[in-house]
């Protein structure tokens, strides 16, 4: 007993010191709360990605490009080890981050009305938003003359890619802190901002462009904003949610939950028909009562968590992955149930699936985080027409109507993550390998509006945009950028091209 006691002492007095370390070292940038501030948050959630060593050696060396000082000659190695466990240990009051936190963040950045036309040249359907993430930058590039035409400070690690109004005309920023940025790309300028959560997954705007939807960990829910960023719901779940997705041809959002086997639809449309008891959020409303449809959610009951997400062309039918690895689950989401499953090898990554037309049929095709191999099958009867054996795991598939081919990277794996594999999407052979630069990972292609060119990022802090002539496959131009994790073609996303994601 006394021994426990001691343990006990010891433990309690050590995170107290470790506290006034933080408040002495840390706070200023990073927030007393931790909630962040000038430095990202520093909350178990935020960290999650982060292995506890590199947080120390972070703390201890810093790391060449960023703000943060080294603090290995202030702090001991003891110290910088209690500093990092108070960082991966739940504060002691439960983080909140509610209607009004969300209210009170929001800045607007810039006076309207703006001019309604682009101050630039260039075709404003064929700019490319290039996400850096080696510096938290974004560029805005002339999609024609492939030159950089803006390049601005983001807010810490944007994720998910960024969303557009139906004209094109704004662009929607999500960053993994719950930062929410609108940008105007005709006048180049940032318009305003709001933080929507502490620990965020993404966004998507609905297809009016009347409403942006948020999905979070921390605290777990979604929020509601309109375009101008102003809060207009919060809908609290029991469960984290992983990511949402606009339905254009529903007028809905589908929100994917992390921790509880259902899928949410939210429907934006102001004639949505009301939704019955059992199918909203509220199990304690009585049998026969209904709530309005419009901004409520209506759950679809799954057996299984689902994760990862594809939608048919149509919005009918999503595809989850399983998380046994081996199934993908096939839900209508009229009927709200699953209707097949198929199976599906490896870790799929559904959410870079692509389709497109062979033989009078329609194919999906995802890459597979685990193993080499390129799914492909068929949409309707959900049989495998192939797997094709690619160099090593991929992240990202992309193509363009106007390509023959698919490309995939291999960034996941050990070999080939330097290479572009190009499937050709009738014989569904790998047709072509492109490495540029060898050694160096290459991955995230788009096209350009016309499918004339396609920019691949490569992936280092002194990186670039490499562009390929989309027919000749011959390198063409290459645009310093710091690790561009990914770039997005307005006309390509706003046209919903079969090739890219939305
Ligand atoms: Fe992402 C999109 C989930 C890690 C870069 N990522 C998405 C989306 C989801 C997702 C659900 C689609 C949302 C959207 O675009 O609106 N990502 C996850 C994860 O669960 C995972 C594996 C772990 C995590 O904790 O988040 C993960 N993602 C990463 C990375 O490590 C990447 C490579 C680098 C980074 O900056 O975080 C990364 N994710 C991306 C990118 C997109 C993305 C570039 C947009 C893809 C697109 O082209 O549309």
Redesign the pocket.
């Known amino acids: 007993m006394r021994v426990l006691m001691v343990l006990l002492l010891v433990l309690f007095s050590r995170s107290v010191f470790s506290e006034d370390l933080y408040g002495k070292h840390c706070s200023s940038c990073h927030g007393a709360d931790r909630f962040g501030g000038m430095g990202p948050a520093l909350l178990p959630e935020s960290l999650?990605?982060l292995k506890k060593a590199d947080a120390a050696r972070m703390i201890r060396d810093s790391r060449p490009g960023v703000q943060m000082p080294a603090f290995g000659d202030k702090l001991s190695p003891q110290e910088i080890d209690g500093l990092v466990g108070l960082l991966y240990a739940p504060p002691a009051v439960a983080p909140r981050w509610g209607e009004s936190e969300i209210r009170s963040s929001r800045v607007v950045h810039e006076p309207r009305p703006l001019p309604a036309k682009p101050v630039y040249a260039a075709d404003p359907l064929n700019l490319f938003v290039v996400?850096e993430?080696g510096d938290h930058h974004v560029t805005i590039l002339d999609g024609d003359r492939l030159e950089p035409i803006r390049r601005f400070a983001s807010r810490y690690?944007l994720?998910?890619?960024p969303?557009f109004s139906p004209d094109g005309r704004y662009v929607y920023f999500a960053s993994r802190d719950g930062w929410l940025t609108k940008y105007d790309l005709w006048n180049l300028k940032t318009l305003v901002e709001v933080r929507a959560g502490l620990n965020t997954?993404?966004?998507?705007v609905s297809s009016d462009g009347k409403y942006v939807m948020v999905a979070n960990y921390l605290p777990p829910g979604i929020v509601i904003l309109d375009d101008e960023l102003n809060f207009v719901k919060e809908l609290k779940t029991d469960s984290r949610v992983?990511?949402v997705?606009d339905a254009a041809p529903r007028k809905s959002f589908i929100a994917a939950l992390k921790d509880v086997p259902e899928l949410w639809e939210i429907s934006y449309d102001p004639k949505a028909e009301p939704i019955a008891a059992g199918l909203v959020h509220d199990y304690r409303m009585k049998e026969g009562a209904f709530v309005p449809g419009f901004l409520n959610p209506r759950r679809t009951p799954l057996d299984e968590v689902l994760d990862?997400f594809f939608f048919t062309p149509d919005y009918r039918e999503v595809i989850g992955t399983q998380r046994d690895g081996k199934r993908a689950r096939v839900v209508n989401l009229d009927a709200r149930r699953a209707i097949a499953d198929f199976e599906l090898p490896g870790l799929p990554h559904l959410?870079?699936g692509i389709t497109w037309e062979r033989g009078g049929r329609r194919v999906m095709a995802t890459p597979n985080l685990r193993e080499g191999l390129v799914t492909v099958v068929d949409v309707g009867t959900w049989k495998t027409v192939k797997q094709i054996p690619t160099l090593g795991p991929g992240?990202?598939l992309r193509s363009h109507e106007a390509s023959r081919y698919a490309w995939v990277d291999s960034m996941m794996g050990a070999q080939g993550r330097d290479t572009l594999q190009l499937i050709d999407k009738q014989t569904l052979e790998v047709a072509a390998r492109l490495t540029p630069e060898p050694g160096k990972t290459l991955a995230?292609v788009?096209f350009d509006r016309h499918g004339r060119y396609a920019l691949a990022s490569l992936w280092e802090d002194d990186g670039a945009l490499i562009v390929f002539d989309a027919a000749t496959l011959k390198e063409v131009k290459r645009i310093p950028m710091k690790k561009p994790?990914?770039k997005?073609n307005v006309g390509n996303k706003i046209g919903g091209s079969e090739g890219?994601?939305h």
């Open positions: 999650a990605r996400v993430g690690a994720h998910g890619g969303k997954r993404n966004a998507a992983s990511a997705y990862d959410g870079s992240f990202f995230h788009e994790v990914g997005y890219t994601s």
